[in-house]
């Protein structure tokens, strides 16, 4: 009698054992990914995307947080404000995510974020919308403190290119700039330092996106007869602009926003038109995330360089997320907001990005630990606004690839502002 009731509890606890592991493996929590994936910053949104998917597969390699699966449901926003409101909405009333990773293009990041993640409190994570507009919402109280970005503010970063512009010999400048939100901030910003630093903006022509042709625009630039151009674009209009620009006779020279460090762009213009092109980006501090981002990232996306605007970003923007997701006590938008200044905490224990470290930090975060995320850009630390601070990277285009010759640091700009404020 005995043998058999212990034989019935051994069959028994098989069963529940395997029950118990069925139910773990079906443990999933989605989170929401609404990525330019088309359009014209679609070579962006598809690197961000597989970087978001990476991140995933390796917190996933290491437990999952709570055990649970961690599942991206991926939707393109085609590079449209209108289509990210759309799919968002899906996310956050069908599917119920409490955590939005995007957009990569702020005219796509501010619709989502005034529409959708702001009034009904649901976390956005951005990994390369720069526009100052994003800060503004924050100090007004309309993000609800829900938003963050993995990327610095282009209120920064339009210093750093003025001086930068400046210093490579750009003493009159055309400005041809997209016409959103972004182009518009970015070029203010720049307009801003490069005037009070000495420099001439002789004409600012603004453009639209998807246009077949834009050799109206580069004409009317060139009339102004500049040394130079300032092309605030994304990869696939920016080529076709530059193109115009050099068949009508303007000067190859060129001063680039951070999302025309893109292969694409250099091999659709020709890299011997590009021998004076400049650019300025968001800057890495590097530390072992960034070497293992750097040799894993392009096998697991397919062929995708981890140099692309936004990969490195969007991987800790994936990171982070799924980190905090970990540290919360229930999937509530809200503890997961909280939670996400507690695995980037300055008191906590250093963690890097793979399998192990993720493993070692979801142990900590079990029995209750904070932890200090030391990501593919550098250590992360956000302001109460969801806004970070970092270097800025100063390169050039030499022999058709993008190559860094120069940082320079938030502080280095901040003084620059303080001194033009004076």
Not at 258 to 281: C, H, Q, R
Not at 371 to 381: A, L, Q, T
Not at 404 to 417: F, L, Q, R
Request: aromatic share 6%; hydrophobic share 40%.
């Amino acid at each position: 009698m005995n043998g058999r009731i212990l034989k019935s509890a051994a069959a028994l606890a098989l069963l529940l054992g395997l029950d118990g592991a069925a139910r773990a493996e079906d443990c999933q929590v989605t989170v929401g990914v609404v990525m330019e994936l088309t359009g014209p910053a679609g070579e962006y949104g598809q690197a961000g995307a597989k970087s978001v998917e990476m991140a995933f597969r390796d917190l996933n390699d290491a437990g999952g947080p709570h055990g649970c699966k961690l599942v991206a449901d991926t939707r393109d926003s085609q590079s449209q404000g209108a289509l990210a409101v759309d799919a968002a909405n899906q996310l956050v009333q069908l599917k119920k995510v409490p955590v939005i990773i995007g957009g990569i293009i702020s005219s796509v990041s501010i619709p989502i974020l005034t529409s959708v993640t702001g009034p009904g409190k649901i976390v956005q994570v951005s990994p390369a919308s720069s526009s100052p507009t994003l800060t503004t919402l924050g100090r007004e109280g309309k993000t609800n403190g829900m938003f963050f970005r993995t990327i610095t503010s282009d209120a920064l970063q339009g210093t750093a290119a003025a001086k930068y512009a400046l210093d490579q010999g750009f003493k009159k400048i055309a400005v041809i700039h997209v016409n959103n939100d972004f182009g518009v901030n970015m070029l203010n910003e720049f307009a801003n330092a490069y005037k009070a630093l000495g420099g001439d903006i002789v004409s600012v022509t603004p453009y639209n996106e998807k246009q077949s042709s834009y050799d109206a625009e580069a004409t009317k630039a060139i009339a102004s007869k500049p040394d130079g151009l300032y092309l605030i674009a994304t990869p696939v209009d920016g080529a076709t602009i530059a193109r115009a620009w050099i068949s009508q006779g303007g000067p190859a020279k060129f001063l680039l926003n951070d999302g025309m460090n893109s292969p694409d762009f250099i091999s659709s213009v020709g890299a011997k038109y590009l021998d004076e092109a400049y650019g300025t980006s968001s800057g890495t501090n590097p530390t072992p995330s960034t070497e293992y981002f750097n040799a894993n990232y392009k096998a697991f996306s397919g062929g995708i360089d981890p140099s692309n605007p936004a990969a490195d970003r969007a991987y800790d923007a994936g990171a982070i997320v799924g980190l905090a997701i970990a540290a919360a006590p229930t999937q509530d938008p809200i503890a997961i907001r909280d939670a996400i200044y507690k695995v980037t905490s300055k008191d906590g224990e250093v963690i890097h990005a793979g399998k192990a470290d993720f493993a070692k930090a979801l142990d900590l975060l079990k029995v209750g630990k904070p932890i200090r995320y030391e990501g593919v850009i550098g250590p992360v630390s956000f302001d109460q606004y969801g806004d970070i601070t970092g270097p800025f990277r100063l390169w050039k285009i030499v022999d058709g690839k993008v190559t860094t010759v120069g940082e320079m640091s938030t502080d280095d700009v901040n003084a620059i502002k303080a001194k033009l404020a004076k």
